[in-house]
């Protein structure tokens, strides 16, 4: 079997060198002349590194895994996971490390028993979780397991990044009041309480009986907002705004509110929740509330490395900001 001594000679470098070099290590700067060298030889003689026996030697297989629960859409059809996943990616190749992508299935408490060997199988050096769902069994296992990790969102942890989703409702609502509105409808998230609670403040604020406001209930995707968006307005005809907790819930309202005729913004406002890169090319474009997505994977990587190493690490709370474009209009009188 090939080995890096084997590479190094053909390389005419160290086997350190090759090591290093093959192991995409930040350490030390190499010549492209160098590398290319390096990377030649191994593709020529075949090799393959053994990340077990690596990390036999160095304590580390640099290896991280971005855990996505599969709840309502896989990390791959939903576009805010896409983009931190995008920016995680980004931050291990330029470090040196491998990103293992893991989207297990959690139903009543139970999780995917593939999942489990993943954790228990020593590979991991750290993960990041996306905590916007009640992910209590996977946080829990890989405490169990000592794996460092992150997570995202609301959920209960040690180390955490996520938005100010209290003062995002917030800002959602005070711009729709702001423009006029007072017959508001909510399109919301079963897990997402905090951006709803800063909702209702804004509503209470401002006279509005936050208890009488309709309200339907989505799971993220366009289709559960064009279906929140025909129940909302067929029960509730004198709606002039609507509030979707997230881009791709509001980009269905809108296109369920244009089949049934409705023009957006003239005769009814949508705003929605992430400032997706779709939002602004959107017809209309987006009004939306921007919490920083595209840099969510390099603070959350950031975040890790350090808790990986035993320092101090500060958990992060992002400010959101509102971001006003067409799709809301002040209220026609």
């Known amino acids: 079997m090939t080995t890096i001594r084997d590479v190094a000679k053909r390389a005419k470098v160290s086997a350190s060198t090759a090591s290093r070099i093959l192991s995409n290590s ?25 990340f077990a026996a690596r990390a036999l030697v160095s304590g580390e297989t640099r290896i991280i895994a971005a855990i996505f629960p599969r709840i309502y859409d896989t990390p791959f059809t939903a576009l805010a996971s896409l983009q931190i996943l995008s920016g995680i990616e980004a931050y291990c190749s330029d470090n040196g490390y491998h990103m293992l992508i893991s989207s297990p299935k959690v139903r009543e408490g139970e999780i995917d028993p593939t ?3 993943l954790l228990s199988g020593g590979y991991l050096d750290g993960a990041i979780i996306d905590g916007h769902f009640d992910i209590s069994p ?34 959602m609502m005070q711009h729709l009041i702001d423009l006029g509105h007072r017959h508001i409808g909510l399109i919301a998230i079963r897990d997402i309480e905090q951006r709803l609670n800063g909702v209702k403040t804004a509503a209470d604020e401002n006279g509005l009986n936050f208890e009488i406001l309709p309200l339907a209930f989505g799971n993220f995707s366009e289709e559960s907002g064009e279906k929140a968006a025909v129940e909302l307005i067929k029960e509730n005809p ?16 809108i296109k369920a509110l244009q089949k ?23 017809n209309p474009p ?3 509330i921007d919490h920083q997505l595209s840099s969510w994977g390099k603070k959350a990587m950031n975040m890790l490395l350090g808790v990986m190493q035993g320092k ?18 002040a209220l026609q009188q």
């Open 115 to 117: 999942f489990v060997s």
């Open 138 to 171: 996977i946080v829990d296992l890989v405490i169990q397991m000592n794996i460092p990790s992150v997570v995202l969102g609301h959920h209960a942890h040690t180390h955490y990044l996520r938005s100010d989703n209290f003062a995002g409702g917030q800002l």
């Open 312 to 329: 101090e690490v500060e958990s992060i709370v992002l400010t959101p900001k509102l971001i006003v474009r067409a799709s809301t209009g």
């Open 286 to 288: 987006l009004t939306t």
């Open 26 to 50: 930040t350490k030390e700067k190499y010549s492209e002349e160098t590398r290319s060298r390096v990377i030649s030889a191994s593709i020529e003689l075949g090799y393959r590194p053994n």
């Open 260 to 282: 049934l005729g409705y023009s957006v913004p003239d005769q009814i406002s949508v705003i929605g929740y992430d400032n997706l890169p779709r939002s602004a090319d959107f």
């Open 238 to 253: 004198n709606l002039t705004a609507i509030v979707a907790f997230n881009d791709r819930m509001a980009m269905g309202a």
